[in-house]
Nanobody
């Protein structure tokens, strides 16, 4: 089992940027696909982006060109760089790997 801890959320104005981090308790990013999800109030959790163990990335259409997923294997940490944020990006963001979830970090984008 692996523990995941997210950080980096906060309140930002529309057009601003945030970088989320997800740190794993052990080396795992080169073994499994790592994903970022988000859940807005009253909505289902949705996939935002993922990065395979080979480093291939995939993004939801709603964030393409604005968000970038990456990882630092030496630090057991994955990142989600979020630029040009919109109010509709407001949600709790979760990282997921090997069927384990972090506790989530709140992102709020004001208009």
């Amino acid at each position: 089992q692996v523990q995941l801890v997210e950080s980096g959320g906060g309140l930002v104005q529309a057009g601003g940027s945030l970088r989320l981090s997800c740190t794993a308790s052990r080396s795992i990013f080169t073994t499994y696909t790592m994903s970022w999800y988000r859940q807005a109030p009253g909505k289902q959790r949705e996939l935002v982006a993922d990065i395979t163990r080979g480093g291939n990335t995939n993004y939801a259409d709603s964030v393409k060109g604005r968000f970038t997923i990456s990882r630092d294997n030496a630090k057991n940490t994955a990142y989600l760089q979020m630029d040009s944020l919109k109010p509709e990006d407001t949600a709790v963001y979760y990282c997921n790997i090997a069927r384990q979830w972090g506790q989530g970090t709140q992102v709020t984008v004001s208009s």
